[in-house]
């Protein structure tokens, strides 16, 4: 059997991250799932500056999240990524935030390889494509591409 490929990015809760009663707004959830792809794709040997010079971005294309349970300011949370589904010019990311045991958010992630410069989606490199497929981890949730 395949051990699952989790890529996994540790982070505290700050401040400026909260809400007036100390809970993490909602919105910053967002921002450490994004940070959880881009480590992702560094774990892979692939950096955003350099994908951008080959005129590739990935850009979000939909989100589907559900908050379970509240992060609070000096939190340690861990950011959990997963290939769900792959297509050739899409991705479907599973991500979790998890507080020790505990699961604090759920998200299905679907994001498209354009060309920056055009908006317009294009196939993304091959060996991106391959170190995908290769950790895939079909997810019931996660469709077809």
Same mark, same amino acid.
């Given at each position: ?67 379970? %349970?509240?992060?609070? #300011? =000096?939190?340690?949370?861990? *950011? ?6 792959? !297509? &050739? ?11 020790? %045991?505990?699961?604090? #958010? =759920?998200?299905?992630?679907? *994001? ?6 055009? !908006? &317009? ?25």
């Amino acid at each position: 059997m395949t051990a699952i490929f989790i890529q996994t990015l540790p982070l505290r809760v700050y401040y400026e991250d909260t809400d007036a009663a100390g809970i993490v707004y909602y919105a910053n959830y967002l921002r450490f799932l994004e940070r959880g792809r881009t480590e992702f794709l560094r774990t892979l040997g692939h950096e955003q500056s350099a994908l951008a010079t080959r005129r590739i971005a990935f850009a979000v294309r939909s989100a589907s999240v559900d908050y379970l %349970k509240p992060a609070k #300011l =000096d939190d340690l949370l861990t *950011v959990e990524t997963v290939v769900g589904s792959l !297509g &050739r010019a899409q991705v479907t990311f599973i991500q979790r935030i998890v507080r020790g %045991k505990d699961i604090l #958010l =759920d998200a299905k992630i679907r *994001v498209a390889c354009i060309d920056p410069t055009s !908006g &317009r989606p294009v196939a993304m490199p091959a060996e991106i494509h391959r170190q995908f497929l290769s950790i895939a981890q079909p997810h019931p949730e996660a469709e077809p591409q």
